[in-house]
C-alpha cells in the first residue's frame, strides 16, 4: 500500500516570492507543518482551514509560477509503483489544459492501448485513424499482460525506444516520457502480493524474474544501456531542464521527482499535489504484503543477485538519471529553493490528504460533508471528489477534449 505522505519533513520557513507576502500567515501554515496544533483548523467547523488550504495552493505555496506549461506527456504507468496516484495528477493536469488523449480518437484510452500495445499496431492505428494525442496516461500493459509475457517489439527488447520514435514522428517531437519506479525488492513483494504469486514459483521460475524491466520490455542489460544511450543523449542535447526526454519519478524520492519535474514541464507546484489512490485489493492484502516483507527479509532467500539482476540495473540507470537531472537543475535554481520547495510539497499534500480529502467523500457516502464540487474551493474540489480510480474513469469518461493537438 502506497502513500505519498508517509514521510514528515523537517521544515523550516518558506521564502515568499513574487508579492506573496500578501497571502494570509494561516493559509501558508499548510505549506510549512503538518502540525495540526499550529493550523487553523477546526475538525467540528472545518471550512475556515479549507479555505485557507486553497488559498496556500492558489499562491502556489509562494514557489515560482509558469504560464506555459508542456503538454506532450508520454505517461508509461507502470505497475507497483504508485502509478495510479500519480496518474491522476497527470490526467487532471491533461484535462485543464485542454489536451488530447488517446480517446480524442479511439473512443477510449483504454481501447487504444488495446489496439496499439505493439510498435507495428501503434504504426498502423495511427497512420489509419490519423491518431492525434497530447497525452497518455494509462497503462500499457494491462494486469494480465506486463509480467511473464512475451515481447511484440519488431526488435526484442526494443520496445521502449521503438515506441518512443513513434510518439516522436507522429505526435510530438517534444514529447516528456515519464516512467515512476521504485526499489527493486519492495517492488517486488508488492507484486507478489497484489498477484498472489508464490514466492518459490517466482524464485524457481525466472519468467517472473525482474518484474519491473518486464513492465518495459527490457530483457537485458544490453536492452537498458540502449535507453540510457538515448535519453542521456537527448538530455546532453537539449538540456538536463528542457521537458522533452525522459522523466523519472522515483517512490523512494518523490517529492525530489515531483519538484524536478514541475520545473522541466514548466508546471506549478499545485499541480504536483495529488490524492493517495489505493488498489482495494491493495487494501485488502496489506496485512499479507507487510508478512511477506519481513520474510523476504529476514527467512526467505529471493536470490536477489539472480532474479532481480535487470531490475537492478534500470534502478540504478533511473535513480543516477533523476539525481543527475536534480544536480543540474539545483545549480540553475538553487539548492535551497529546490529543499524548499519539496518540503512545501510534503506538507500541503500531507494536509490535502489527511484533512481534505475526508470530508470530499464519494458522492455515495452519506456521511459526506462536501459530496460534490463547491465553488468556493475549486482547486480542492478538483483534487478531492471521486479521488478513486472509477472516479477518475468517470470523469475522464465524461471529458470531451480538444478536436486538434496542441501546438
Not at 518484474?211 to 538530455?235: A, G, K, W, Y
Request: aromatic residues 12%; negative net charge; hydrophobic residues 45%.
Amino acid at each position: 500500500m502506497v502513500f505519498f505522505f508517509d514521510v514528515l519533513f523537517a521544515l523550516g520557513f518558506l521564502s515568499l516570492v513574487g508579492g506573496i507576502a500578501a497571502v494570509d500567515e494561516a493559509a501558508l501554515a499548510f505549506c510549512r507543518t503538518t502540525d495540526v496544533e499550529k493550523l487553523t483548523w477546526d475538525p467540528k467547523n472545518p471550512i475556515e482551514g479549507l479555505r485557507l488550504m486553497e488559498a496556500a495552493l492558489e499562491a502556489n505555496c509562494g514557489t515560482k509560477e509558469y504560464s506555459s506549461p508542456h503538454a506532450h506527456v508520454f505517461y508509461i504507468k507502470t505497475h507497483k509503483t504508485g502509478s495510479s496516484t500519480l496518474m491522476r495528477l497527470f490526467a487532471l493536469k491533461g484535462m485543464s489544459m485542454n489536451v488530447a488523449f488517446g480517446k480524442s480518437t479511439m473512443n477510449s484510452d483504454k481501447r487504444f492501448w488495446r489496439d496499439a500495445i505493439c510498435p507495428h499496431k501503434l504504426r498502423d492505428v495511427v497512420v489509419a485513424n490519423d491518431v492525434c494525442i497530447d497525452m497518455s496516461v494509462r497503462h500499457v500493459f494491462n494486469h494480465q499482460r506486463w509480467w511473464g509475457a512475451e515481447d511484440c517489439s519488431d526488435f526484442e527488447g526494443h520496445w521502449l525506444l521503438e515506441v518512443y520514435g513513434i510518439w516522436k514522428e507522429f505526435f510530438a517531437t517534444d514529447v516528456a516520457v515519464i516512467i515512476p519506479t521504485r526499489e527493486p525488492m519492495s517492488h517486488l513483494v508488492s507484486a507478489l502480493a497484489f498477484y498472489e504469486i508464490d514466492r518459490m514459483v517466482y524464485v524457481q521460475d525466472s519468467k517472473w524474474w525482474n518484474p519491473l524491466s518486464q513492465d518495459l520490455r527490457l530483457f537485458s542489460h544490453e536492452d537498458i544501456d540502449n535507453v540510457r544511450e538515448v535519453f542521456m543523449q537527448v538530455s546532453e542535447h537539449k538540456g538536463y531542464d528542457a521537458p522533452e526526454g525522459l522523466h523519472v519519478v522515483e517512490l523512494e524520492k518523490i517529492y525530489e521527482s515531483l519538484v524536478l519535474l514541475r520545473h522541466r514541464l514548466r508546471w506549478n507546484l499545485r499541480d504536483m499535489v495529488t490524492i493517495s489512490v489505493v488498489h482495494f485489493k491493495d487494501q485488502a492484502r496489506a496485512r499479507s504484503s507487510a508478512d511477506l516483507r519481513g520474510a523476504s527479509r529476514d527467512t526467505f532467500d529471493f536470490r536477489e543477485d539472480e532474479t532481480l539482476a535487470l531490475d537492478r540495473h534500470l534502478y540504478g540507470f533511473f535513480s543516477s538519471f533523476m539525481q543527475d537531472g536534480w544536480g543540474h537543475l539545483g545549480r540553475s535554481l538553487g539548492t535551497s529553493v529546490l529543499q524548499d520547495e519539496v518540503a512545501s510539497l510534503a506538507c500541503i499534500t500531507e494536509n490535502v490528504n489527511m484533512l481534505a480529502a475526508p470530508l470530499f467523500a464519494s458522492f455515495h457516502s452519506r456521511s459526506a460533508y462536501f459530496p460534490a464540487p463547491r465553488e468556493d474551493l475549486p482547486l480542492l474540489s478538483a483534487l478531492c471528489v471521486n479521488a478513486t480510480e472509477r472516479g477518475l474513469d468517470r470523469q475522464m469518461e465524461m471529458y470531451e477534449g480538444p478536436t486538434h493537438c496542441a501546438a
